[in-house]
């Protein structure tokens, strides 16, 4: 099966630590994003990478970090910078930057207390 | 900020009834999607009308774009209980920007 999975679904993590999601694509795709989106709003851009090792800062980056090592491999650390951390956090690939069909993960939902 | 703008934020109809979702964006743009999320879930891509297209169909979907109006709509067809969730437009000028979404509620 190709796509893009995201582990784990659900993560509960105490005030003040740093947790990394993960995310990978089999789809032999360039780019990837992740956005983050609170309950009733849309998504909000975190970080996007177009290429091996070269990642953008996108809208709300601040309390966030990304690695992309490897081209089917992207994972986000949320940091205790983050004031508010508690969101679901979606993950995407395209083939390019160039638009077109944004591929998403299933999402995971992280509950920060 | 947020390049798109879905209107209606909620919308509730009968089975079988038609459904339009509308979409404003700000500035130009290479092509505007249509995505669907159910509750809890990913986002799954619906169509893509280009910069240069007025209007395109997939199956029981419609969509206009307006670059003049800089805007957008969706139009479900017929539709069905399936048919439950949100919906948002996504434009791609440099990067890709998401609106807040129509949440359709279609009651059996």
């Known amino acids: 099966d190709g796509g893009i999975t995201q582990s784990p679904k659900y993560l509960f993590r105490k005030e003040g630590q740093n947790v990394t999601l993960s995310c990978e694509q089999n789809?032999?795709?360039?780019?990837m994003y992740w956005y983050r989106q609170d309950p009733g709003q849309g998504l909000r851009l975190i970080y996007y990478?177009?290429?091996?090792?070269?990642?953008q800062k996108g809208d709300i980056a601040e309390g966030y970090s990304v690695s992309r090592e490897k081209k089917e491999s992207f994972p986000l650390t949320v940091t205790s910078a983050q004031k508010n951390p508690t969101a679901f956090y979606l993950c995407?690939?395209?083939?390019?930057?160039?638009?077109?069909?944004?591929?998403f993960g299933p999402g995971t939902r992280l509950t920060v207390t | 900020s947020q390049q798109g703008e879905e209107d209606p934020q909620a919308l509730s109809i009968q089975e079988g009834e038609n459904a339009t979702m509308n979409c404003s964006y700000k500035?130009?743009?290479?092509?505007l999607q249509w995505y669907r999320q159910n509750s809890g879930r990913g986002l799954v891509h619906l169509i893509l009308?280009?910069?240069?297209?007025r209007e395109k169909h997939s199956g029981r979907l419609r969509v206009t774009l307006d670059t003049s109006k800089k805007s957008s709509s969706l139009l479900i067809t017929a539709s069905r209980a399936a048919d439950t969730a949100s919906y948002f437009c996504?434009?791609?000028?440099?990067?890709?920007?998401f609106g807040t979404g129509t949440s359709l509620t279609v009651i059996p």
């Open positions: 500035t130009s743009i290479n092509n």
């Open positions: 009308i280009r910069s240069n297209e």
């Open positions: 990478s177009q290429i091996v090792n070269d990642f």
């Open positions: 996504a434009t791609d000028g440099n990067q890709f920007y």
């Open positions: 995407a690939s395209t083939p390019g930057l160039a638009g077109g069909e944004q591929y």
């Open positions: 789809l032999n795709h360039d780019a």
